[in-house]
């Protein structure tokens, strides 16, 4: 990794370590990083150069940021060459990266499971394995209708959410508590 300090080099490749474990591949994940951290969009050869990496792998693997809407394909006045960055606020890149996975991962898999449950049981072993389904189908749902209403608020409400924690139980123990007097009295 040529000229890159070290505070920046630790970062890449930490990035690229992580990057296995989250389902890319760790060249991907490098790359990234570095368009992240960069100052200025970057074009595959700066890339290359910086990271020692054939134009080849950099050109795959801007394809897949791409495809996982994390690069922003740029053009410079008076320069034919396409440069990327990123978007450089956590938490959008949080929302594209978890409704990317939504689309890529959980939204199959609901699709599955409501065709599966549209099955009438032809065994004991399918009665349990169509119960089991839908549990996993109501959590799976719950948890998605959960997710587009925290997308629609703004990042400051989410923030406050988020910092609240384990508070929120105390408030939903609170209100359950109240509403149960106010039937209580009736």
Request: hydrophobic share 40%; proline share 4%.
């Amino acid at each position: 990794m040529t000229s890159l300090s070290p505070l920046v080099r630790s970062f890449v490749a930490h990035f690229g370590e992580m990057g296995s474990r989250w389902g890319i591949n760790r060249t991907v994940g490098q790359m990234y990083a570095l368009i992240f951290v960069s100052p200025a969009p970057l074009n595959a050869d700066d890339i290359a150069e910086k990271l020692e990496f054939s134009r080849s792998n950099v050109s795959m693997g801007l394809k897949e940021l791409q495809a996982w809407r994390l690069v922003n394909l740029r053009h410079q006045p008076g320069d034919r060459r396409e440069y990327f960055d990123a978007p450089s606020d956590a938490w959008e890149i949080f929302r594209t990266l978890a409704e990317e996975r939504r689309r890529r991962e959980i939204e199959p898999t609901l699709s599955m499971l409501r065709n599966a449950l549209l099955e009438e049981p032809k065994t004991d072993e399918d009665r349990v394995a169509l119960e089991r389904m839908r549990g996993m189908h109501d959590l799976i749902e719950l948890t998605t209708t959960w997710f587009d209403e925290v997308q629609r608020m703004d990042q400051q409400t989410i923030s406050k959410l988020m910092k609240m924690g384990a508070k929120v139980q105390k408030v939903l123990e609170f209100t359950g508590k109240m509403v149960g007097a106010g039937t209580a009295k009736r």
